[in-house]
């Protein structure tokens, strides 16, 4: 069964940096690109960043937080990270991590997803 | 950047048939997904690639594609059904969704 954790989420406050972690299990972690999603509070779903698997595995992201996150992998752990530098009240949203059934983003979907994680920055 | 557009919300009552759109330019030309997703809950996929349908998702939900518009249809729907349905796209590598769409069961 695949399976996504979430973790790393919490408080902290403007400008401050964060790093969300996603421990995957269940399939071949190369072999799939994995996405990051948020929801803001009264907001909708927004794609935050890709990353493809294979072992170069490009990456790509939302203008909204292009500069300011970075996508990684440890192959070794089967783990999906997102470091988040310079937050605003803007970032604050529950974080998903999502699978997808082939190894490049292309035009394929999310499934499954991770329960997510909270993020919230304020002053 | 490209853009899609749904409802804010939509009502149907218990049994009868719910159609949730997602508009955009040429989106018939695109693969669009819907994803179902309740509070407190992730998000679930409930069609793929226009109109595929995920094991575990009942028949119930279909999907459409063509021209400007594609088309969430749930037929007789249940209390169940009531959740946000998001369409999503990609914009070669840019992921895209819909602002969403609340479906109310009376």
């Known amino acids: 069964e695949v399976q996504l954790l979430e973790s790393g989420g919490g408080s902290v406050q403007p400008g401050e940096s964060l790093t969300l972690s996603c421990a995957t299990s269940?399939?071949?972690?190369?072999?799939?690109?994995l996405s990051w999603v948020r929801r803001a509070p009264g907001k909708g779903l927004e794609w935050v960043s890709s990353?493809?698997?294979?072992?170069?595995?490009?990456?790509y992201y939302a203008d909204s937080v292009k500069g300011r996150f970075t996508v990684s992998r440890d192959t070794s752990k089967n783990t999906l990270y997102l470091q988040m530098d310079a937050l605003t009240a803007d970032d604050t949203a529950v974080y998903y991590c999502?699978?997808?059934?082939?190894?490049?983003?292309?035009?394929?979907?999310?499934?499954?997803w991770g329960q997510g994680t909270q993020v919230t920055v304020s002053s | 950047s490209y853009g899609v557009t749904q409802p804010l919300s939509v009502s149907v009552a218990q049994g009868q048939t719910a159609t949730i759109t997602c508009g955009g330019d040429?989106?018939?030309?695109?693969?669009v997904h819907w994803y179902q997703q309740k509070p407190g809950q992730a998000p679930v996929v409930v069609i793929y690639?226009?109109?595929f349908r995920p094991s575990g998702v009942p028949e119930r939900f279909s999907g459409s594609n063509s021209g400007n518009t594609a088309t969430l249809t749930i037929t007789r729907a249940q209390l169940g059904d009531e959740a946000d349905y998001y369409c999503?796209?990609?914009?070669?590598?840019?992921?895209?969704f819909g602002g969403g769409t609340k479906l109310t069961v009376l």
């Open positions: 999502a699978k997808h059934p082939q190894q490049l983003i292309g035009t394929s979907w999310f499934d499954p």
């Open positions: 999503q796209v990609w914009d070669t590598t840019t992921g895209v």
């Open positions: 990353f493809n698997g294979g072992r170069e595995g490009r990456t």
């Open positions: 269940g399939f071949t972690f190369t072999s799939y690109a």
């Open positions: 690639s226009d109109r």
């Open positions: 040429n989106i018939g030309g695109l693969h």
